[in-house]
């Protein structure tokens, strides 16, 4: 079993649509949880980190946190065609060694 | 310059030829890390220095050597490396704190021939 799953996609959303992009996490004691937007050939760009069960919300995103069940996701409102990217999920676990694992990333569309 | 800058941003070198890549974060923090990132694999983390002292190393093969002067610069060292050596290469900086939120640099394009 992976640490971090993701779905890779391709997600594709029509414009102004939401997405919903979704992690699992095999390491019950994690702590925090973060989502990076990646455009192709660029690095990740940190957009939500969260660590309290429930929701964050940020602007056009949303993140959702379920430790019991492992689970994080990102929503994204109104979908952007400039929102198209790759989005990764990382997780630190248990320990707090600031060891980020990254999940493979899930490709997003987002179609005019 | 601010955030994590890294140079050079694209390097094409022969498996012989001896190489270093350099990171400068410019936010104040204390951890660094340099991650690797293939074609269609996750992002795998390679090293982490905190405070300068190195606190992991992921099973990385000594043809990499990093190295870390201070809190704000952040060495690879490359030699004898493979055609599949080739990858982006990631540095990225952090705050040792609860969140440890993580800032990556643009990143070095680089190919082995």
């Known amino acids: 079993q992976k640490e971090v799953e993701q779905n890779s996609g391709p997600l594709s959303v029509p414009e102004g649509a939401i997405a919903s992009l979704n992690c699992t996490y095999s390491?019950?004691?994690?702590?925090?949880f973060f989502w990076y937007r990646q455009y192709s050939g660029k690095s990740p760009e940190l957009i939500m980190f969260?660590?309290?069960?429930g929701d964050k919300e940020d602007g056009r995103f949303t993140a959702q946190l379920n430790k019991a069940s492992q689970y994080v996701s990102l929503l994204i409102r109104d979908s952007q065609p400039s929102d198209s990217a790759t989005y990764l999920c990382?997780?630190?676990?248990?320990?707090?060694?600031?060891?980020?694992?990254f999940g493979q990333g899930t490709t997003l569309q987002v179609k005019p | 310059e601010t955030g994590v800058t890294q140079t050079p941003r694209h390097l094409v070198m022969g498996m012989t030829n001896k190489k270093s890549l350099k990171c400068e974060q410019h936010?104040?923090?204390?951890?660094m890390y340099w991650y690797k990132q293939s074609a269609k694999k996750p992002l795998e983390l390679m090293f982490v220095y905190n405070f300068k002292e190195q606190t992991e190393n992921n099973s990385v093969p000594s043809r990499f050597s990093p190295e870390c002067p201070n809190s704000s610069h952040l060495f690879l060292h490359l030699h004898t490396l493979q055609p599949e050596d080739s990858a982006l290469y990631l540095c990225a900086s952090s705050q040792e704190r609860l969140t440890y939120e993580q800032y990556f640099g643009p990143g070095t394009r680089l190919t082995v021939t």
């Open positions: 969260i660590y309290s069960n």
């Open positions: 936010l104040g923090h204390n951890a």
């Open positions: 990382a997780v630190i676990g248990s320990g707090n060694t600031g060891k980020l694992i």
């Open positions: 390491d019950r004691g994690s702590q925090s």
